[in-house]
Structure formats: C-alpha cells, structure tokens
C-alpha cells in the first residue's frame, strides 16, 4: 500500500526522520486508505446517552436555534470541520471544497498538518484555502511532538500569518507516531513547549486528540498552562494506530490491529473532561470529535458539554468520492446539510429550542 521508496521499514520503532519527499508519500497513502478501507475504531458512542422525546415541543420546527459562540465568533452550528488534509495536490482540492462548504454554512474549518509547508513553502498553495472562503474561520496545525523535532514558535507565527489564520491546533497523536513506520516518538517535555506557544501565540491555541481520547489529569494539564480550548478526539470514529498499521510491514499490520480500538470513548472523554471543566471552573471551549456521523451525536456532544462537535471522515469521503453528476462542492455540503438537519430534528423532537437546553433533556448519562 505504501508509496514510501527510500524507507527501510525493517524496525518500525527506529525511523525518525521526516522530509517533504515522505510527508507528500504519507499524506497521499492516508488519502487513499481513508477513502478505500475500513479504518473505524469499534465503538457504539453515545448509545448511553437518550434525549426524552418530547410530543409537544410548542415551537416551530423552523425556530430551532443552533447558533454558537467558539473562540469569540458566532457560528451558525455547533460543527466544526476537524483538520484533515493538505500537504499533495488531491488534498487542495479537497480542503478548497471543504473551506467553500463550510463558509457557506458559516462554520469553522481545520486544515491538516503544515509541517510539510514549514520545510518547503512551494507548498503553501495547498493550504492557502483563503481566497476560496475570504470570511472563513480557519484553524492552522501541526502535531505538537514537531516541537521536540524543529518545529518552533516563529515558523507557527509565520503559518498564522501566511495563511491567515484565525486559531491554530495542535495535535497529540502518540498511539499514531507509535505505529507510523517513519513517526517521530519522542514525546519528552513537550507540556512546557505547548505553554509556550499558548502564551505567545497572536490567535486561540487549540489542542487536539486523534482519537485516543483525552483524560481528564491530561485535559487539566492542558488547561493549567494556558491553552484556549481542548478537543477531546476520543475513540469511535478513524483511527490512526490502525491506518498507519496499514502502511507498515507485517509487524506494524500487528501493531495496527492490536490498537484499532485502543483509547476512551468520545463521549466517555467528553463527559469526563466537561466535569472537571465545570468543577475547576475553567470554562474552556471543548470540541468533540471521533466518530460524530450525524446530528443526533452532534446533539448529544453539546448536551453532555461540548461547545462544537468535530467532524472529519464522513466530510473527507463526501469530498473525495462525490456521487456521479455531484461536484465535490455538493457532496460535503449535501453532507452538512444533513448533519444541519439531523441537528435540528434532534432538537425539535426533545423539545430544546436552544442548544443550551439540550443538557436538561438528556434521560440518562453514560457515567
Ligand atoms: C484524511 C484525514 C487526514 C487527517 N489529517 C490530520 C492532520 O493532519 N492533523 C490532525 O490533527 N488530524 C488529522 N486527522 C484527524 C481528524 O482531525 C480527526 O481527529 C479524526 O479523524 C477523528 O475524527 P473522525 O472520526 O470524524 O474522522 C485526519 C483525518 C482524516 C480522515
């Protein structure tokens, strides 16, 4: 499956080093195994958590309000669209398509990992999703272990400005470094180095799960040294361990499948991290992503405490295999419709005509 050519991959715990040469072959492997494979993590998320339905809402369905504020903008849902591609030229395509959706639907949108960018800046055009979406909310990114690799404060302050960024992301990906046949594993001091960067960066730092999910000690860390807001990525939806078992040999194929379904649940992670949010009184902004396919789970991640629930391989797909006639452009914002719909269905049919009165409606907890 791999396009890696130069890579010994005979000890997959020993490669370190990266170069734009493997990052373009990486990012067009995880293209074409998330859109071809099987790469879900096992896990029925939010099954636990019930609205009581409600046979008199006494509104309109039309009424429902699904406006909210995250990282000081209103958005018009509470849906944000997780970080994904970038870095080869079918991933242009795709981030342009999902930047034009997601404007149009006035929610945020992540970019995938610029590292490949801060080593070469011919690859600028693949993120520079700006002159498609001129109001869009754009959050940059990079795997915060980069920062224990090269990767420093100045070369982030310059994607935030060449891009024009509105927040930034980093991401902690350890179970997927682990596997990735050329992963950079040392994930030693880093916490200092986020801190840093959370008090020096000129746009809201946003720290981010793949999807092993976050406990609650590791949110309060976060927390403790300033960033301005915690997706959780909790298991249940792609999973990286896995995918990047898919790239490697027949040891790392072990690796993958032993961890597919490794890591908290999204919605045990979310509640668990919104409690500790509450009883410290942090009130920091938290994402919910891994594994949201509808919204029915977007419904259920505000009421059990997210602000925004994150979104990637159902929109990926949308964009990457649109349906025969469907431009790309149509089929993620087809996808979002029905996220939209599905939204305010939920809503309607538990009788909370405000997202903040979701929480009430909820039966039972999982915890
Ligand atoms: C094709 C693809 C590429 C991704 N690339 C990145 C990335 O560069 N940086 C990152 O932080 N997360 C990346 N992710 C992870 C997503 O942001 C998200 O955390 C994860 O896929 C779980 O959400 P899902 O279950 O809705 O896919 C990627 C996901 C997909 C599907």
């Given at each position: ?39 879900e993590s096992?896990c029925d998320i939010f099954s636990?958590i ?159 799960e793949v999807g092993s999910g976050m ?16 997706d959780i990525g909790g298991k249940g939806g792609t ?24 890591g908290i649940p999204t919605d045990e992670s979310l509640i668990l991290c ?12 938290l994402v919910a992503t891994g594994g949201i396919r509808?919204?029915?789970h977007v419904?259920k991640a505000?009421?059990a405490?997210a602000?925004?629930a994150g979104v ?54 999982a915890?």
């Open positions: 499956m791999s396009n890696l050519k130069n890579l010994d991959k005979s000890d997959i715990l020993s490669y370190t080093e990266d170069t734009p040469v493997l990052m373009e072959s990486r990012k067009n492997d995880h293209i074409q195994i998330c859109k071809d494979k099987d790469v096992k636990k019930r609205f009581y339905p409600e046979a008199l809402p006494e509104f309109n369905l039309t009424d429902v309000e699904m406006k909210q504020s995250f990282f000081g903008k209103t958005f018009d849902l509470p849906l944000l669209i997780t970080g994904m591609t970038g870095g080869v030229e079918k991933g242009q395509e795709i981030n342009e398509a999902l930047a034009a959706a997601a404007e149009k639907y006035n929610i945020p949108m992540g970019l995938g990992s610029q590292k490949i960018m801060i080593k070469d800046p011919k690859y600028k055009k693949l993120f520079n999703v700006r002159k498609v979406a001129p109001n869009l909310f754009i959050i940059g990114n990079l795997g915060a272990v980069s920062l224990n690799y090269g990767i420093k404060l100045d070369d982030i302050k310059r994607l935030v400005d060449d891009l024009e960024l509105n927040a930034f992301a980093l991401h902690l990906n350890a179970l997927q470094e682990s596997i990735q046949p050329e992963g950079e594993r040392n994930f030693a001091n880093l916490l200092s180095k986020i801190e840093l960067i959370a008090k020096s960066l000129q746009v809201p730092l946003l720290i981010k406990s609650p000690s590791t949110f309060q860390k976060l927390v403790s040294v300033g960033v301005s807001g915690v999973s990286w361990g896995y995918i990047e078992g898919l790239r490697s040999n027949k040891e790392g194929q072990r690796l993958g499948e032993l961890f597919k379904n490794w919104s409690r500790r949010n509450k009883e410290l009184g942090y009130n920091i902004p509808n919204g029915l419904a505000v009421a405490g602000t925004m990637g391989l159902p929109l990926f797909r949308a964009a990457i295999s649109p349906e025969k006639g469907e431009t790309a452009l149509e089929s993620v914002e087809k996808e979002i419709s029905f996220f939209k719909k599905s939204l305010s269905i939920a809503m309607f049919c538990s009788g909370a005509q405000k997202l903040s009165e979701l929480s009430s409606r909820v039966v039972r907890e915890l």
